[in-house]
């Protein structure tokens, strides 16, 4: 084969499916034969032209596939052997990597460190919406998937599910926390799971759509606020019998979701930032209490590498980690535009969408 088809952001309001030459495979490389793979909200961000990529590049950052071809020095790893790899592809050596911030690697800068530069996959270089994919670095980054598990069962591990335990992990969620997850979509849901895993006791979810909300109560949420029927403040504030939670995770990227998040912290509490904002934020001085009230605000990208897909691999092939029931459609990548307009407009009661070759 020397073409492979592929979804190709052509310009802001059109990703297409093209005919594209196949990768060349360097030494530290390997080509992935797509098995299974997804449509994310940042596609839709890259497909509205809020966030910019270059024309002709290939989207999606979320591989299941079977290993084609391997580089000359890759070692560890054999051609046929099915795997994942991470939406965040770390080089593994850089100095952003080695303080273990992989997500945030620059690998090709002087000091190292590059904002947001391990995200690779459909953002600087092109990415797993296609027949196949070439992934860097691989020994940093492919994570062979257990015999006994699905590639539906793995198709969250690369980002959503990475991303939202990472909201519950930088939240620093502690054993008989109180937490609120604002917007419970995919990755909202992933961080009600998070939060649960890290020993929360009561988790508190906040959304308007009944498949979401549904969704969330079977994944352990204690409450579900439906915030077109009243104030999401008010009622978290009653829950909580005036206290407040010990972390909000904001999981849509909206100034009026970050701000109910900020409103709802007890004093001392952490506000984990999880979405993806495509303005400036603005923060109340009351719900920020003056800069006085000791809380924290802080922001996540997906952790990425292997070490990170063989965790959370390990959480789903022991049963602790259910999310299939995410997956709520299913596409060909031949209809791939189609996949894109369900998803972008959220009809139909879709969470995420299963895109096979």
């Known amino acids: 084969m ?6 190709v952001f052509a310009e802001p309001g059109r990703i297409v499916l093209e005919s594209r030459p196949m990768p060349d495979v360097g030494p530290l490389d390997a080509l992935l034969r797509i098995s299974t793979t997804t449509i994310c909200g940042t596609d839709v961000h890259i497909l509205r032209g809020e966030y910019p990529v270059r024309k002709g590049l290939i989207v ?3 591989p299941v596939g079977i290993i084609e071809k391997l580089g000359s020095q890759v070692k560890g790893y054999k051609e046929g052997q099915r795997v994942i790899a991470g939406a ?21 800068t002087r000091h190292g460190f590059k904002p947001a530069g391990g ?13 196949f994919v ?16 699905s590639d539906e069962q793995v198709l969250m591990c690369p980002d959503i599910m990475s991303t939202g335990f990472a909201g519950a992990e930088s939240g620093q969620v502690r054993i008989g926390d109180t937490v609120a997850v604002f917007a419970l979509g995919p990755i909202g849901l992933c961080a009600t799971l998070g939060a649960r895993l890290m020993g929360a006791t009561t988790v508190i979810g906040v959304d308007t759509v ?11 949420v204690d409450h579900v606020i439906d915030f077109r029927k009243g104030d999401p403040v008010a009622a978290i504030r009653e829950l909580t019998d005036g206290r407040g939670v010990d972390v909000a995770i904001e ?6 979701t970050f701000e109910n998040a900020l409103r709802v912290l007890r004093p001392g509490g952490t506000l984990s930032s999880l979405g993806v904002y495509s303005g400036d934020l603005r923060i109340p001085l009351d719900a920020f209490t003056a800069g006085l009230g ?3 605000i802080v922001t996540s990208l997906c952790p990425g590498g292997k070490e990170r897909m063989r965790r959370l691999m390990a959480a789903v092939s022991s049963g602790r980690a259910n999310l299939e029931a995410l997956v709520t459609h299913r596409f060909a990548l031949a209809d791939i535009e189609a996949a894109y307009d369900l998803f972008a407009h959220q009809r139909d009661g879709v969470l995420k969408v299963a895109i096979t070759p």
């Open 251 to 256: 999981a849509l990227g909206t100034q009026q």
């Open 2 to 7: 020397t073409r492979m088809m592929a979804a």
């Open 119 to 131: 995200w690779r996959f459909g953002n600087t270089i092109d990415g797993c919406q296609a027949e």
């Open 294 to 296: 000791d809380n924290k």
């Open 134 to 149: 070439l992934v860097p670095d691989a020994m940093a980054n492919l994570a062979p998937v257990p015999g006994n598990l």
């Open 88 to 108: 965040i592809t770390p080089s593994g050596h850089s100095y952003a990597c080695l303080c273990g911030q992989h997500s945030q690697d620059g690998a090709e």
């Open 60 to 62: 999606g950052h979320e």
């Open 210 to 220: 009944a498949a979401r909300m549904a969704v969330a109560r079977k994944l352990g």
